[in-house]
């Protein structure tokens, strides 16, 4: 099996709200939608970021928990660290909780938002050659 993701689901309590966030509020259009369940949005060339409603998502998933830090984060990696604070800027417009950018021991400059579902995106300057790894 070759290691590669084509999409990523985040199961949101609501998805009208999630879709304000992402498509009104960072400007994200979407590719396909169906009302009240889904709303997809290419987030690079062979990757969708789907936004499936709660309701829906248990018909096929069962039971869906919420609650704490999710154990994991999502990542834009941008060009530059003005960047970086321009994203940032942008979510906490949105309606994100923000989490302001700093220095890392790394080397990058990056910080994180939380969306109104609890997930938690790093916003991220990289200058190693993996930093590389962004859409235009």
Known sequence: MDPRVHLITLVVADLERARRFYV????WPPAFEVSGDVTMIFVGEKLVLSLWAESAARAEIGEVT????????????????QEVDAVLDAAR???ATVHPAEQRA??????????PDGFRWEIAYNPHPIGGIRLP
């Not at 009104?24 to 400007?27: D, E, F, N, R, S």
């Not at 790394?106 to 969306?115: A, E, H, L, N, V």
Request: aromatic letters at 16%; charged letters at 5%; hydrophobic letters at 35%.
């Open 106 to 115: 790394w080397g990058g400059y990056s910080g994180y938002f939380t969306d």
């Open 66 to 81: 919420r609650g704490g830090t999710l154990p994991f984060t999502l990542a834009h990696n941008v060009a530059s660290p």
């Open 24 to 27: 009104q509020g960072l400007g």
């Open 93 to 95: 417009a949105a309606g």
